[in-house]
């Protein structure tokens, strides 16, 4: 599979720690999206970018920060200030507007110790 | 706010079976609803959407209907088969252009 990388795939963190997940994708997407993914939840969305040096945020934004300082590239830093952070985190990319699809990475699981 | 509510949380059907998973949602400004499968420790993939000008839309052996009126969408797969047990999620757009409304999952277990 290319197109959307996620790193690392596991994660643990003690509390108190930042951490930062990366996401790179090279399929030229202009949009980006952060989602986190908790059992017998659908995706909520915490972040998204429409373009470089842009990004909103979503629904569940707090506790999360990122940048968008290149097109491939949508790192996401989970602060100390999340108050439950352990969750399954995806990454994905679209052409545009969400009325498209959704090219997810593979994930990142991240465990608070 | 926005919701999108997905029945049931799991469905479990004989192989060659069908099977009908349905969704709710409440605004109706919604114009997109995609339909996601997600396989066990996989990244969810897109298998069928539908836009609100048209009722229905097929691919194969899946299916999506789609009643703008009471405010639902279904998603049906005919003669399943094993590779089709995943989670499967539906969404609709709501009024940002860049954010979809998630339902909660239905998991999708084939019997042999």
């Known amino acids: 599979d290319g197109g959307i990388t996620q790193s690392p795939k596991y994660l643990f963190r003690k509390e108190g720690q930042n951490v930062t997940l990366s996401c790179e994708q090279n399929?030229?997407?202009?949009?980006m999206y952060w989602y986190r993914q908790d059992p017998g939840q659908g995706l909520r969305l915490i972040y998204y970018?429409?373009?470089?040096?842009?990004?909103q945020k979503g629904d569940i934004a707090e506790g999360y920060s990122v940048s968008r300082e290149k097109k491939e590239s949508f790192p996401l830093t989970v602060t100390s200030a999340q108050k439950n952070p352990t969750a399954f985190y995806l990454c994905?990319?679209?052409?545009?507007?969400?009325?498209?699809?959704?090219?997810f990475g593979e994930g990142s699981r991240l465990t608070v110790l | 706010g926005e919701n999108v509510e997905q029945h049931p949380s799991t469905l479990s059907v004989q192989e060659g079976d069908s099977a009908v998973i349905k969704c709710t949602y409440s605004?109706?400004?919604?114009?997109?609803f995609p339909w996601y499968k997600q396989e066990l420790g996989k990244r969810p993939q897109l298998i069928i959407d539908?836009?609100?000008n048209v009722g229905e839309k097929k691919d194969q052996r899946i299916a999506v209907t789609l009643n703008k009126t009471a405010k639902h969408f279904s998603l049906h797969i005919t003669e399943t088969q094993p590779e089709d047990s995943a989670v499967y999620f539906c969404?609709?757009?709501?009024?940002?252009?860049?954010?979809?409304?998630w339902g909660a999952g239905t998991k999708l277990i084939i019997k042999p």
């Open positions: 994905a990319s679209s052409t545009g507007a969400s009325t498209g699809e959704l090219f």
């Open positions: 399929l030229n997407h202009d949009a």
């Open positions: 970018s429409q373009i470089v040096n842009d990004f």
């Open positions: 605004d109706s400004a919604s114009n997109y």
């Open positions: 539908i836009r609100s």
């Open positions: 969404a609709a757009s709501t009024g940002s252009n860049y954010q979809l409304i």
